[in-house]
């Protein structure tokens, strides 16, 4: 026992005494805490590299709970508060009392008169006689008046929200980078004070291309939900931001990346004595855009400013025009090089939480701004559908390149529907073949030759241009739509009848597709026929700045958006057949009686285009214009609809611009405007 005693007493002083020091230090160190490392978010960029969408990182200050007496703390927090006003940054502050003057600030005597209770303070107390209690009862020695407000709006967020030594109280969302600068520099003076540094997420170029790129929102119990059901490992937070629609949404996987950890040692006072990182963050990827952002933001504009001029009846009749599409493609790659739906709306609002007020305003607008139009909405596409009926009927050789067919007044079946221009003018357009039926948009013609074919013929060619079935473009909620065929009406126990394929021949009926897949087909219709795959998504690249195979890419999204593997037949159309509905679309912009051709009249670049006015169950006249260019060796295609637009001419204008400015014409006219202006100044 004297052995053990003396052992236990020499061991002591050995601790206490000799080496007491040295583990007092160790000990004081020996607190600890996990903290994560958020890494930064790919960027989303335009095919020439422009940022649409980036992270940027923001500071914040977040305070732990120490084993400090309440003088150390109070000097701590008028240090930290006073740094803060100085830097023009703000902080918690929910104290109910001001100050210059002195009153109490509660929305009701009834709160007042709960808040003095709680705080075991007088009701008659006056708001300074409260203000001085509560100096008191945390202890404040300073006698300023602003220095005390200052340590009070911080003691009195810890007592209503609390915090502990793991969890922290949030001080300030967003400080500036000198105001951080200078709380790291005096960090061992502010004991429990933590500088947090977080990714923040910016779009660069507000509203636009917002139904491409999409928004983010906090992760939801819906997306946990979908997220353990696909088996992804990803370990996300119930504070963490997830991607809700666009690029954002169906990219989230590549953009996220991983975030890293780190651990913070602290001493019993609360002072940080060192931080060292356990695991890398690694960066998320980059998504490279098909999209040219110059000629979205043109496209836009465009867009826009017809809408307003339909409304304002700027060409030859008033619409209430409601919205709109256009979607701008290259027809030898699919590449999508813009992509704009009418109204929009603003990403960023949507990223700490949108206001439930602007949200109400989206949401109960009838013009629907957070619906992406381009790939969620179908129409009927009118008299721009009649190429594909043309095709049909040269392929399958119910009539030939020559052959006129006599437009005369009704056409003799079904209720005998007649062609717009006898409900015009009472008269028909006469002998046409098929290049002239184009150009003139003669409805007989296509009646006549639809219902020679049948509709199971037209069905297969319209299927062949893409009509009626995803794209496969790189987003969520992308439509179908419908083709017109016997099955639509058998399921209904209906017999297809021959009024039926009438109306499907000329766009109407039951044909509806998405702007996106008429530009497929438009696309298709320039190339001479060819197949090609809509792409918005140019390649992904890694953080390190490795790209990703595209193959990964393509059966990535495929899988996730549930795409199918086209499986229509190639058909290999006849080039005659193509050259002949080519050239019925240029008699549409430089023929005599072309439906566009005042538009196009004194346009530099041969575009080939079809007009296309889509009556719908409301009474409303939706207008389309589809078009490509240059003529001689196509290179994009240009497809527009806006609701209620009236007529197909009315839209052509937009696509005239657009075409402009993706061969250069804008630069070139305002270089000629210049000069001009030079040499009439030179010549005055």
């Known amino acids: 026992m004297y052995v053990i005693g003396v052992v236990i007493l020499i061991t002591l002083f050995n601790i206490q005494i000799v080496n007491g020091q040295e583990y007092r230090e160790n000990s004081n160190t020996r607190l600890s805490r996990k903290a994560t ?111 005390i407000r200052r340590i009070l709006a911080i003691r009195y967020g810890i007592s209503t929200t609390g915090y502990s030594t793991t969890k922290s109280i949030s001080i300030s969302n967003k400080i500036s980078r000198e105001s951080a600068i200078q709380l790291q520099e005096r960090s061992e ?48 937070k119930t504070t963490d931001k997830i991607g809700k629609t666009g690029i954002e949404k169906v990219f989230e996987e590549y953009l996220r990346g991983e975030d890293g950890e780190k651990q913070i040692d602290m001493s019993v006072d609360g002072t940080i004595t060192g931080e060292y990182t356990s695991k890398e963050a690694i960066g998320g990827s980059d998504v490279v855009l098909t999209i040219d952002s110059n000629l979205q933001q043109i496209t836009e504009n465009a867009l826009s400013a017809n809408i307003q001029k339909i409304k304002a009846g700027g060409f030859s009749e008033r619409y209430d025009a409601k919205g709109g599409a256009v979607v701008v493609t290259n027809v030898k790659t699919g590449e999508i090089l813009a992509m704009a739906s009418n109204p929009d709306y603003e990403p960023a609002l949507f990223y700490n939480g949108i206001k439930q007020e602007k949200y109400d305003e989206y949401r109960n607008n009838p013009l629907k701004p957070l619906n992406n139009r381009t790939i969620s909405s179908a129409y009927a596409p009118g008299s721009t559908f009649k190429m594909v009926t043309a095709i049909a009927a040269l392929e399958t050789g119910v009539t030939n390149t020559v052959e006129k067919i006599n437009d005369n007044g009704p056409y003799p079946a079904a209720n005998r529907p007649a062609c717009w221009y006898w409900n015009s003018y009472k008269r028909g357009h006469g002998p046409l073949n098929v290049v002239g039926a184009i ?27 893409g009509l009626g079935q995803k794209t496969g473009i790189e987003l ?78 393509r059966q990535f999204t495929d899988q996730k958006l549930g795409i199918e593997p086209d499986t229509t037949e190639d058909l290999q159309i006849n080039p005659d057949t193509m050259r002949a509905v080519l050239e019925g679309m240029r008699a549409v912009t430089e023929g005599e009686s ?17 007009t296309g006015s889509a009556e719908v169950n409301t009474g ?50 305002i270089s000629e405007n210049m000069n001009a202006e030079n040499e009439t100044e030179r010549f005055t």
């Open 189 to 236: 003076e502010l004991t429990g004070v933590n500088i947090v540094i977080e990714p923040v997420r910016k779009y660069h170029v507000g509203s636009m291309a917002s139904h491409i790129v999409g928004y983010m929102g906090r992760i939801g119990k819906e997306d946990l939900e979908e997220l353990e059901e696909k088996g992804d490992d990803y370990p996300y």
């Open 594 to 610: 072309g439906t566009a051709r005042s538009i196009f009249a004194d346009f530099d670049i041969s575009v080939g285009g079809k």
């Open 37 to 147: 490392i958020e890494a930064a978010r790919g960027n989303i960029v335009d095919r020439y590299g422009n940022t649409l969408v980036s992270t940027d990182m923001d500071f914040s200050i977040e305070m732990y709970k120490t084993k400090v007496d309440d003088e150390q703390l109070n000097k701590s927090i008028l240090w930290m508060t006073t740094i803060l006003e100085n830097n023009g940054d703000s902080y918690i502050d929910d104290f109910p009392i001001s100050i210059n003057p002195f009153q109490y600030n509660f929305e009701s005597d009834e709160k007042l008169k709960e808040w003095l209770k709680k705080y075991k303070i007088p009701e008659t107390a006056s708001a300074e006689e409260a203000f001085y209690l509560m100096r008191d009862k945390y202890k404040i020695k300073t006698d300023d008046i602003n220095d």
């Open 620 to 669: 409303d006249v939706n207008a389309w214009f589809v078009g490509f260019a240059p003529f001689e060796d196509p290179e994009i295609a240009v497809v527009i609809i806006v609701e209620n637009g009236g007529h197909g001419y009315y839209t052509a204008e937009v696509v005239k611009e657009i075409i402009a400015e993706y061969f250069g014409m804008n630069v070139k006219q």
């Open 439 to 465: 150009e003139k948009s003669c409805n007989y013609f296509f009646y006549e030759v639809s219902n020679r074919m049948g509709i199971d013929n037209l069905e297969k060619y319209t299927r062949y241009f």
């Open 476 to 553: 969520y909620n992308e439509r179908a739509g419908t083709v017109a065929n016997r099955t639509i009406t058998e399921s209904k126990n209906t017999p297809w009848m021959i009024g039926d394929t009438l109306s499907a021949a000329i766009g109407q009926g039951y044909n509806n597709f998405t702007p996106v897949q008429m530009a497929k087909y438009i696309s298709m219709v320039a190339n001479g026929g060819h197949k090609i795959d809509l792409s918005i998504v140019k390649s992904v690249i890694k953080s390190d700045g490795t790209q990703i195979p595209d193959s990964e890419i």
